[in-house]
């Protein structure tokens, strides 16, 4: 089954971050609140603005992003748990 987001929806996979204590503890994700931080998965086509004009994201599948996480819907397909959000709602990639 492929998801497929529409107008300048974007779905993505929350990464899991792994932050590390002052004793050097690692403490998972689980422990502490959710990250802010995701994989593209799939881009919608855009949307069409009052002058007729298509506005399409700038981001890509794969981006590496930072979004705003009070703003997305969370869905589960197939066991594995996805985020849909608004392009709008992205405020950076990351890149390495």
């Given at each position: 089954m492929n998801i497929n987001p529409i107008n300048d929806y974007i779905l993505v996979h929350q990464l899991e971050l792994n932050h590390v204590g002052h004793s050097a503890i690692v403490i998972p994700?689980?422990?502490?609140?959710?990250?802010?931080?995701?994989?593209?998965?799939?881009?919608?086509?855009?949307?069409?603005l009052s002058d007729g004009t298509l506005y399409t994201p700038k981001i890509k599948v794969g981006d590496r992003v930072i979004f705003k996480s009070d703003c997305s819907k969370e869905i589960t397909v197939h066991g594995k748990d996805y985020l849909i959000l608004k392009a709008d709602d992205i405020f950076a990639t990351i890149t390495e």
């Open positions: 994700s689980s422990a502490s609140e959710k990250s802010n931080q995701g994989e593209v998965i799939a881009v919608g086509e855009g949307t069409q």
